[in-house]
């Protein structure tokens, strides 16, 4: 096989969960060759406040043990007025804000059941310059969670035109085409909608390791993603939406959802974009485009990717921890050179 390389400037993750405690300092250093990553807020209880958000980037610095890696920290979303949303922007590190429908994923309960009561904070969001990012899935059925809340888009883009939108870990075709109606939204997606169906999860014997929210789609919605990816869709940035959950609250009755990717992301990726010839376009994909759709300017790290294959441990282990990735006890094509 012809040796290939390729090396990234800067990759980011635009949507992580490191979590918090031993589960942070186990997966911290597993993101580390990323150059910096957009993190969740939604610990128990979530980061609703500076101080919290201060102190959860402390405890993620010192997981990341001198790593280059800038934490872009969110705030779970909560109405809040114009001198709370100042101080929140002048905190260092603050990035923007998650807001999640009210229980529709981990650790959401203290979400937004309706929008309007969003009305003014959103308006002042949007005149701060302050991003807003949108877990988007309405509590219909679960297939059709994320169509249904494309309405909710719709609104948000046309009332907020000057709002930094983003549609986060979309997973269907239809979120696609909204990209395109709507110059003011922009979209993360993951690495798994990028090769998984609703088959993979659930088609055969069940995979609880693939099950997240939101659920996996259809062929022609994986398809749509894919190929997006792959163009170098300026508005579609990576996300890996790596969620790692212990093993026993994964292979469990009434599994918990998320799929942990953080140390396969970019080996994988670059494998995908390989394989379909779009290695040109990776870097777009994992750092250009959210650069400068926000005006980022990462801490300068570049990570060399070959296709020599790399073998995945069938769980990551220490601090009393045990976490199962996605590819566990497989190997992938490509692997990061040390
Ligand atoms: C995430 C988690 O575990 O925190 N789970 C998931 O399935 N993606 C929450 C989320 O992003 O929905
Ligand atoms: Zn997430």
């Given at each position: 096989?012809?040796?290939?390389e390729?090396?990234l400037?800067?990759?980011l993750d ?7 405690g031993?589960m ?8 580390a060759d990323f ?7 939604n610990?128990v ?5 500076p101080?919290?958000m ?22 779970f ?12 922007r ?5 990035f923007?804000?998650?807001?999640y429908?009210?229980g529709?994923?981990t ?8 929008m309007?009561?969003?009305d003014?904070?959103?308006?002042l ?6 991003p807003?990012?949108?877990?988007g ?6 297939m059709d ?5 494309l ?8 009332r907020?035109?000057k ?31 990028l090769i ?6 659930a ?11 939101p659920i996996?789609k259809r062929p022609?919605d994986?398809?749509?993603l ?6 170098g869709?300026p508005r579609?940035?990576f996300g890996?939406d790596?969620a790692p959950?212990?093993r026993c ?16 992301a970019?080996?994988k990726l670059?494998?995908?974009f390989a394989?379909?010839?779009a290695l040109?376009n990776l870097?777009?994909?994992?750092s250009?485009?959210?650069c ?6 990462p ?7 070959r296709n ?19 590819y566990?006890?497989?190997?992938i094509?490509?692997?990061v050179?040390?």
């Open positions: 096989m012809r040796a290939m390729i090396t400037n800067s990759p635009m949507h992580l969960h490191l979590r918090d031993d942070l300092k186990l997966t911290a250093p597993l993101s150059a910096g990553a957009v993190i969740m807020p610990l209880p979530p980061v609703t406040t101080e919290m201060q102190g959860y980037a402390e405890r993620i610095e010192a997981a990341l043990d001198g790593a280059a890696f800038t934490p872009y920290m969110t705030l979303f909560t109405a809040l007025g114009e001198k709370e949303l100042l101080a929140a002048e905190t260092p590190g603050f923007g804000f998650k807001l429908p009210a529709i994923t650790n959401s309960e203290g979400g937004v059941s309706d309007a009561q969003a003014t904070t959103l308006h969001m949007e005149e701060l310059g302050i807003l990012l949108v877990h899935e309405s509590h219909g059925f679960v969670r994320e169509q249904e809340f309405a909710v888009y719709r609104h948000l883009a046309t907020y035109p709002l930094k939108l983003s549609m986060e870990h979309i997973t269907t075709a239809a979120a696609l085409k909204l990209l395109d109606e709507f110059p003011n939204i922009c979209a993360t997606v993951t690495l798994q909608h998984i169906t609703l088959d993979d999860v088609g055969g014997a069940l995979r609880p390791h693939l099950f997240c929210k996996a022609e994986r398809d749509a894919l190929q997006a990816a792959l163009s869709h579609l940035f890996s790596s959950h212990p609250r994964k292979e469990a009755c009434g599994c918990a959802a998320g799929v942990f990717t953080g140390p396969v970019l080996p670059a494998e995908i394989t379909h010839g040109e870097q777009a994909f994992v250009d485009n959210a400068k759709w926000y005006g980022l300017a801490v300068q790290k570049q990570i060399t990717l020599t294959p790399m073998s995945v441990p069938a769980a990551y282990r220490s601090y009393g921890q045990e976490v199962v990735p996605m566990a006890g497989e190997s094509g490509w692997s050179v040390r």
